[in-house]
């Protein structure tokens, strides 16, 4: 149960697009299509923003895209906002019926 | 509205035991598998344990397999994990989740609650 590995750290400029990627393996990742992820601002509950890849729950903006090629997995952030600085991680399903996370990324907005 | 409420969270001993509670409410308990996630003191969130929507399957992190048991009361709408031979990095802040999407995805989270096991 070895971590997916995301980038430490990811910043850009209002109004600009980021890319936070995502590796695992084939027992994870690659696997399946159960690939989620969410947003965590300090002192407060993740919040699911994207699942099945590419699914956006309701609420959450057009602006969060995510997509899958091979063992990895990538959240594009579009249209950068303040509101978007925090932390973001990636989760996937596995071959043993359990769920890892990704290390985490630390999204800033310049 | 759908809310989960952690309560539990203790300063405890190294090699001591402890239960946590998860209280569900405004959403049809019975029918949604639930989850453990915790999240070390300025570390990320791990994975701790998953229980089906009637409770015949459970599955846990390595970390924790065979220290920790996670069970639910339909009756209740309560989600528990019971801890034992707690170790000091099973520190964390403990959420659990619902298990609403394909794949272990969660939308609903509860606000977390801390364990510190500390001499």
């Known amino acids: 149960q070895s971590a997916l590995t995301q980038p430490a750290s990811v910043s850009g400029s209002p109004g600009q697009s980021i890319t936070i990627s995502c590796t695992g393996t084939?027992?994870?990742?690659?696997?399946?299509?159960?690939v989620s992820w969410y947003q965590q601002h300090p002192g407060k509950a993740p919040k699911l923003m994207i699942y099945?890849?590419?699914n956006r729950p309701s609420g959450v903006s057009n602006r969060f895209s995510g997509s899958k090629s091979g063992n990895t997995a990538s959240l594009t952030i579009s249209g950068l906002q303040a509101e978007d600085e925090a932390d973001y991680y990636c989760?996937?399903?596995?071959?043993?019926?359990?769920?890892?996370f990704g290390g985490g990324t630390k999204v800033t907005v310049l | 509205q759908v809310q989960l409420v952690e309560s539990g969270g203790a300063v405890v001993q190294p090699g001591r035991s402890l239960r946590l509670s998860c209280a569900a409410s405004?959403?049809?308990?019975?029918?949604?598998?639930m989850h453990w996630v915790r999240q070390a003191p300025g570390k990320g969130l791990e994975w701790v344990a998953f229980?089906?929507?009637?409770?015949?399957?459970?599955y846990y992190a390595d970390s924790v397999k065979g220290r920790f048991t996670i069970s639910r009361d339909n009756s209740k709408n309560t989600l528990d994990l019971q801890m034992s031979s707690l170790r000091a990095e099973d520190t964390a802040v403990y959420y659990c989740?619902?298990?609403?999407?394909?794949?272990?995805?969660?939308?609903?989270w509860g606000q977390g609650t801390t364990v510190t096991v500390s001499s």
């Open positions: 229980i089906s929507y009637d409770g015949r399957s459970k």
């Open positions: 084939s027992s994870d990742v690659g696997g399946y299509k159960y």
């Open positions: 989740a619902e298990d609403g999407r394909p794949g272990y995805g969660m939308d609903v």
């Open positions: 989760s996937s399903y596995t071959n043993s019926n359990t769920l890892v």
């Open positions: 405004g959403f049809s308990f019975s029918s949604y598998g």
């Open positions: 099945e890849v590419s």
